[in-house]
């Protein structure tokens, strides 16, 4: 029997901080985290029984260029397909949200993740990434 998901374009900062610590990702500042909710210009959460199961988050230019920042579904619902449900509904609201024109999504994966990306479409004929982690300590 497929699991009834309700999505919505938000989510609160309470939910957010809980999903990070789910995946075992390190605490952000509230103030941090309230920039991360106020300036993701595309969101999306999906709810089972009224409860978060997860979310994803984007930041754009608005006009073509889209960079999925954070995707976490809580482990209490992971490898059940919600990841791969709420990321297709999310790319069908970038989709429409451009008309006839195109743009591009990329993601930075953590390394390991990327099968799941690729499972929905992504490639790397396209673009690779790289990043630094910026922090008190470097150089
Ligand atoms: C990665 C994550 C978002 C996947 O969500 P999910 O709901 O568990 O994934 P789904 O069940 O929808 O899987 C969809 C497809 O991706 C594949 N997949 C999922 N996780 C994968 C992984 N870590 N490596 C390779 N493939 C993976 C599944 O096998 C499935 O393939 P199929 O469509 O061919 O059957 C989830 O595990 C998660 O939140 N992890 C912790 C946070 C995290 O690491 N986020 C990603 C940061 S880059």
Sequence with gaps: ???LINYKNDFSENEYKELRA????????DSQIANIINNSNFKIAAYINDQIAGMARCITDNGYLYLLC???ISPNYQ???????MLLK????????IGNSYAKLYIM?????????????FNEDIATGLAIEIN???L
């Design 136 to 138: 008190k300590e470097m």
């Design 70 to 72: 954070d995707i976490i």
């Design 109 to 121: 994966s953590l390394k390991g993740k990327e099968g799941f990306y690729k499972s929905l479409g």
């Design 1 to 3: 029997m497929d699991i």
């Design 22 to 29: 789910s995946a075992g990702w390190s605490p952000l500042s």
């Design 79 to 85: 490898g059940m397909g919600i990841g791969k449900k």
């Design 90 to 97: 999310f790319i069908d609201e970038i989709k429409n949200s």
